[in-house]
C-alpha cells in the first residue's frame, strides 16, 4: 500500500474512548462501495456512502453553507475517496473540504488504483492523512482504523 | 460425514484451486471470501453479481462506442477504466490484465489495438463468468448435501 502521513498533527485521529467512526465513503463504483463499507463495518465502524462528490459535500452540508446533514447528530470522524471520478474528483473533494471551516478538522483519505507518485504527492500537500492502493485489503483498513481510534498509544 | 459432502468438499478444493493456479482469480478474491461472515453469508454472490452486471453493461456501451464513425477514445477510455476497476476489485485477474491493455491502446488511440482488445476482454470475461457461476453452484451443492448430512438418523 502507498501511504504517507502529512505533516499534521495526530488530534484528529483521536476520538473519545467508546465512540464508533462514522465514516463517509466516497466512490462512484458502486462495487467498490459496497467493499469499502463491508471493510470498515467489519472493523467496527458506521459507514455512510455517496456515489460522488456532490453528493458528499451535501451530505457534509457543505453545498450552501448551511449546517451538515450529518454532522448534526452524527459526526463524521473520517472521509474515505477514490481519485478518479467523474464531475468532482477525490482531489477537487479534498480541496473544498479543506476550505471549510467546519470540515478541515476531518481526515481525509484518498484511495486509488493507480500508484502515481505526482498525484500522491498532490493530495498529501493538499492535508490528505494518506493515500491508499486499491483494492483496499482487511490489513489496510485495520490500520486506518487503528490510527482513527489512537489505539497506538 | 456422508461420503458425499467428502467428496464434494474435494471437488469444491480443487475447483478453486484451478481458477487460482490457472490465473482466474487473485488474491482480492480471497479477500471477498473473508469479509463474508453471519451478518453477510452472501456477501460474495452478491459482490460477485454486481460485477456480472457492471460488465456486461460496460462491454455493451464498449461495443456502441467502437461501433461509433468517430470514436471517442477518452469515452472508451472511461468505460474500460471502470471495467478495469471493478474487475481488480473482485480479482478477476484475466479480466484486469486484458483491460489494462486495453486503456493503452485507448490511449494510442489504436483502433484495430482496441478492437482486439474488445474481443480479449469479451472472451476472457465470458470464461470468468462461466468459472465462478460453476463455483457458487458447487458451493450450493456442498451446502444441501451437508443439510441433508445433518438430517440423517
Known amino acids: 500500500?502507498?501511504?504517507?502521513?502529512?505533516?499534521?498533527?495526530?488530534?484528529?485521529?483521536?476520538?473519545?474512548?467508546?465512540?464508533?467512526?462514522?465514516?463517509?465513503?466516497?466512490?462512484d463504483s458502486l462495487i467498490d462501495r459496497k467493499l469499502v463499507e463491508k471493510l470498515l463495518r467489519n472493523s467496527s465502524c458506521r459507514v455512510t456512502t455517496a456515489e460522488n462528490g456532490l453528493r458528499a459535500l451535501e451530505l457534509l452540508g457543505l453545498t450552501n453553507g448551511e449546517h451538515s446533514t450529518l454532522n448534526g447528530r452524527s459526526k463524521v470522524n473520517l472521509i474515505i475517496t477514490d481519485y478518479c471520478m467523474?464531475?468532482?474528483?477525490?482531489?477537487?473533494?479534498?480541496?473544498?473540504?479543506?476550505?471549510?471551516?467546519?470540515?478541515?478538522?476531518?481526515?481525509?483519505?484518498i484511495m486509488s488504483s493507480e500508484n502515481i507518485p505526482t498525484r500522491?504527492?498532490?493530495?498529501?500537500?493538499?492535508?490528505?492523512?494518506?493515500?491508499?492502493?486499491?483494492?483496499?485489503?482487511?490489513?489496510?483498513?485495520?490500520?486506518?482504523?487503528?490510527?482513527?481510534?489512537?489505539?497506538g498509544r | 460425514m456422508d461420503g458425499v459432502t467428502v467428496q464434494l468438499e474435494q471437488q469444491l478444493f480443487d475447483y478453486t484451486a484451478s481458477l487460482f493456479n490457472e490465473g482466474f482469480l487473485d488474491?482480492?478474491?480471497?479477500?471477498?471470501?473473508?469479509?463474508?461472515d453471519e451478518t453477510n453469508p452472501d456477501f460474495v454472490v452478491e459482490v460477485v453479481t454486481l460485477f456480472f452486471d457492471d460488465a456486461e453493461r460496460?462491454?455493451?456501451?464498449?461495443?456502441?462506442?467502437?461501433?461509433?464513425?468517430?470514436?471517442?477514445?477518452?469515452?472508451?477510455?472511461?468505460y474500460v477504466h471502470q471495467l478495469k476497476g471493478s474487475s481488480s476489485s473482485i480479482g478477476a485477474q484475466?479480466?484486469?490484465?486484458?483491460?489494462?491493455?486495453?486503456?493503452?491502446?485507448?490511449?494510442?488511440?489504436?483502433?484495430?489495438?482496441?478492437?482486439?482488445?474488445?474481443?480479449?476482454?469479451?472472451?476472457?470475461?465470458?470464461?470468468?463468468?462461466?468459472?465462478?457461476?460453476?463455483?457458487?453452484?458447487?458451493?450450493?451443492?456442498?451446502?444441501?448435501?451437508?443439510?441433508?448430512?445433518?438430517?440423517?438418523?
Not at chain 1, 467523474?86 to 470540515?103: A, D, F
Not at chain 1, 498529501?124 to 489512537?150: H, I, W, Y
Not at chain 2, 458451493?139 to 444441501?144: D, F, N, S, T, V
Request: with cysteine; net charge negative; aromatic share 6%.
Open chain 2, 27 to 36: 488474491d482480492q478474491f480471497n479477500q471477498l471470501e473473508q469479509l463474508q
Open chain 1, 86 to 109: 467523474p464531475g468532482m474528483t477525490g482531489y477537487e473533494l479534498l480541496k473544498k473540504i479543506k476550505e471549510s471551516s467546519v470540515m478541515r478538522e476531518v481526515p481525509v483519505v
Open chain 2, 94 to 153: 484475466t479480466v484486469h490484465k486484458t483491460c489494462i491493455s486495453f486503456c493503452n491502446f485507448c490511449t494510442e488511440k489504436n483502433v484495430e489495438g482496441c478492437l482486439k482488445s474488445l474481443q480479449q476482454v469479451k472472451h476472457e470475461y465470458s470464461l470468468v463468468k462461466t468459472k465462478l457461476e460453476t463455483l457458487f453452484k458447487m458451493e450450493q451443492e456442498l451446502l444441501a448435501s451437508r443439510l441433508s448430512d445433518l438430517k440423517v438418523e
Open chain 1, 120 to 151: 500522491i504527492n498532490k493530495c498529501l500537500e493538499e492535508g490528505a492523512e494518506m493515500f491508499m492502493l486499491k483494492p483496499l485489503k482487511e490489513s489496510d483498513v485495520r490500520e486506518l482504523t487503528c490510527q482513527l481510534m489512537n489505539l
Open chain 1, 1 to 27: 500500500m502507498a501511504s504517507a502521513s502529512s505533516s499534521s498533527s495526530s488530534t484528529n485521529w483521536i476520538m473519545e474512548s467508546g465512540e464508533i467512526p462514522h465514516v463517509l465513503a466516497v466512490d
Open chain 2, 58 to 78: 460496460l462491454l455493451n456501451e464498449l461495443t456502441t462506442s467502437l461501433g461509433q464513425e468517430n470514436i471517442d477514445f477518452k469515452r472508451l477510455d472511461a
